[in-house]
């Protein structure tokens, strides 16, 4: 009966296996022909369509425009600034042919677009009039990755990445943690993801940033999903690239840059944070259907009363999908279940004799037989309740993982090898203690967490001064 | 004064120049260091977003779902269906390196996705049950054109390509012509383009396809805009790919396959048909921005006039943008004009003694001088009226240049040389003749239009009978 269901791992038996047989299961995504790139299937994509429209009311509302740049970098300009260039190049494609003949110059298939947008700037940056600059743009990118795995690592990723240029450092800081605020902000109330937000220490910051943010979730499993990311780039580029204002005092000026990126990642850390043995699990305010209306059996009494919920449905603007077929009711709950649908309305014969229909909630598995005229009121306040509780068992689980008093490197340690999750230690800012805890424990550094960064003790690795607190953890 | 529109050419003095002075006037393109790659910039790509959001709208309401294939085709899968690989091979850009390692097998970057369709397609169609599988990609593709001109031809091309497979031959035939149908309606009732509508040569059909039909647009100079295909393949890419389906009689058979496309060419057409030496002039229905707000002084009074026309639009949905720069008011005139909003609201301090504003058609710029309490009323009634008045400006123009009486080689010779537009001939369906018209006349054909296919005459070339009436002429 349970056909579907049945061909997931369970999640504490083999994480990654469960992972990919939940996407398998769930039909997000395809295998293709082309190694390492992944086909985005309908049911997939329909999440990340709900994901961009979020996202970019949002950056609409914060005063963004849309752009497209060209998806190919001539490797000169590629080059221009000095640690973007190093920290890039060695995983681009290339292209080298065009129709006929090679090219002159060869062109890497863009891994991100500060150079283009800081070669399109400095054309139409002339006067503080022109700023600020508020550009974002959604593409694809590519990133010659060696090992994969869909929606976290893939040589081809689906994205956006906002590009801004201001007259002052304070302004072009401000956006930089404006934009990690509505990152947060998301995450939170549609995608039910707790998320640590901090700064990221120079090694893991982007290449060529001065400052790095970052919001960190972790998945079910203890390990960190870095799901988003916001630069403060300084002037940095703008030297490099010859981009100047005349500031009001009427002097040539370097303006200030930022630049901020999600990408479908997202979609991997919703599975990881919210999906269970019985497949995907979708918090309502992000998933493409919201109801899943299963007819026991099909015939007109039935199909009348399904009627009346789909015209209700629309009219409230409530996704919902009818399973007319002819499988059997098992296997049509089970196939509500791995899509992660947040409500199953299940109408059959004997429930209607008593006017009663079944609601069954995907995050509890919960049955609740009600009243046939109490269900929209219900399906109202279910998906409220269901974003809620994903959110609060999310929060719980990953709090249960924070080790926010490690005083000793044994202590750390033990944490590495026995206690998934994320632990917050003292650190000196050197680079080599950074470096001993991921040579050793195989932990890297999250993120300097915001409100939690004065220092209480020594380095946990040398036991000098330390600087700052900061969190350490697994990553994907 | 008029700062921005004194540097366009006039459009019958050099309308290449002057579709490149709108373009650069309205701020919808750059050049980038990449060559033959466009930047779209904000209010440029506005346009393609309100393109993007009523199509898919469309296409979602015929039944079709969003996904997302890879990027690349290696050079084996694009080598599959041979009249395909004939037609796009010279004219892809080869990727070659990724990272730091030269590929075994190298990949060009799409310049239409059959192949890749057709390579998951082959994995997930099973069985009729399976069938129609109707999908649509948003992406870019690559074409390494040798000549390029902005939004019409170029490298990088934005664009949705629908894939479709069908049980019938017969219903693929249907699905063909449905979705050429949806792009006829876009085209009349958002971009008030009005299209011929029919089917393409043997000659100028897809690489691969059995049927190809077309919208073909007329620009201001007479000469065409394919705006739109959408193509029939049978059987070929199936049986090429080996993909089969159970039918209903639980017999194996290859699905029925059609694919459709348009791009922001579209945004071309845009330009060269309803634009002036103005600027740009944009269909209400289309437009990202349909009233222009202008207060003459900016002081409380009229601040607060003009607060109370936003509110009231933003109740309504009308988008508007409002002008409070310290530029003069004869600039912000121009510059609305170059931008082509629709409707400008001019508000000043003489007219609002006697409860007067001004409202300024785009399409006429007919100057309407209106009681302040009329002001929304009329602008409901612009919107329409400027809409419907683009449409019919385009299609007398359009009908005043088209020939549909050509009777003889010399006639159409005289139209080649002398007359802009299409000239409708009798033709006898053979290639020699389709192409002399090109070498001698500069003439393409355009396509077999519906309604008008049946000869009344022997053909214009070769003298002998015709098997259907064709539309020639110049294109873009």
């Known amino acids: ?18 992972y990919n ?4 299961a769930a039909d997000l995504v395809d295998y293709s022909s082309v190694k390492g790139s992944m086909i985005i299937r309908p049911y997939g994509y329909a999440i990340w369509e709900n994901m961009v429209n979020i996202l970019d009311k949002k950056f609409k509302i914060t005063g963004h425009v849309n752009v497209q740049m060209p998806m190919f970098i001539p490797e000169s300009l590629l080059n221009i600034e000095k640690d973007h260039v190093e920290g890039f190049a060695p995983e681009v494609a290339w292209v080298t042919q065009g129709g006929e003949n090679k090219l002159e110059e060869r062109l890497c298939v863009r891994p991100t677009s500060e150079t283009l947008f800081c070669d399109h700037f400095k054309k139409i940056i002339k006067s503080y009039r022109d700023l600020p600059l ?22 081809e990723i689906l994205w956006q990445e906002g590009h801004t240029m201001h007259a002052t450092e304070q302004e072009a800081k401000e956006e930089t943690l404006r934009m990690l605020k509505v990152y947060e902000d998301f995450q939170k109330n549609y995608l039910a993801i707790p998320v ?10 982007f290449a060529g940033a001065e400052e790095t943010y970052t919001i960190e979730a972790m998945m079910y499993d203890g ?7 916001s630069h403060y780039f300084g002037q940095g580029f703008a030297k490099a690239f010859g981009i100047e204002f005349l500031n009001k005092e009427n002097k040539l000026e370097n303006p200030y840059q930022t630049s901020w990126g999600t990408t479908t990642r997202m979609i ?19 998933a493409p259907i919201k109801v899943s209306i299963i007819p026991i059996s099909i015939d007109d009494e039935i199909l009348s009363v399904v009627k009346s919920y789909t015209d209700a449905l629309e009219e409230k603007g409530i996704t919902y999908i009818v399973d007319k077929t002819d499988k059997s009711p098992g296997y049509k709950f089970a196939e509500s279940e791995v899509k992660g649908y947040p409500i199953r309305l299940e109408i059959g014969k004997r429930d209607l004799l008593e006017n ?16 046939k005229s109490d269900v929209l009121k219900k399906i109202d306040e279910l998906l409220i309740e269901i974003q809620h509780n994903l959110y609060n068992t999310a929060l719980e689980r990953r709090n249960s993982m924070l080790y926010n008093n490690v005083q000793s490197y044994e202590e750390l340690t033990d944490i590495a090898k026995n206690k998934p999750g994320f632990a917050l230690v003292n650190w000196c800012g050197n680079r080599e203690c950074e470096d001993k805890i991921k040579d ?9 967490p915001f409100g939690l960064e004065i220092p209480d003790g020594k380095c946990v690795v040398c036991g000098k001064d330390a600087t700052t607190k900061i969190y350490f953890g697994k990553q994907y």
């Open 223 to 229: 390990v960190a999903l870095q799901n988003g990311t």
């Open 1 to 18: 009966m349970e056909k579907k269901n049945t061909e997931i791992t369970p999640r504490d038996v083999d994480f990654a296996k469960w």
């Open 134 to 155: 508020l550009y974002n743009q959604w593409c694809t990118i590519v990133r010659w990755e060696k090992t994969t795995k869909p929606f976290l690592r893939s040589r």
């Open 21 to 24: 047989d939940v996407i398998a």
């Open 196 to 205: 640590i937000t901090g700064k990221k220490t120079d090694k893991e910051k």
């Open 440 to 448: 050793d424990l195989g932990l890297k550094s999250r993120c300097i």
């Open 356 to 371: 009663k229909v079944t609601l069954v909630r995907r995050d509890t598995r919960e049955k609740i037989v009600l009243d």
């Open 268 to 286: 991997g850390g919703l599975i990881m944070v919210h999906s269970d043995d019985y497949g995907l699990v979708l918090p309502p305010n992000i």
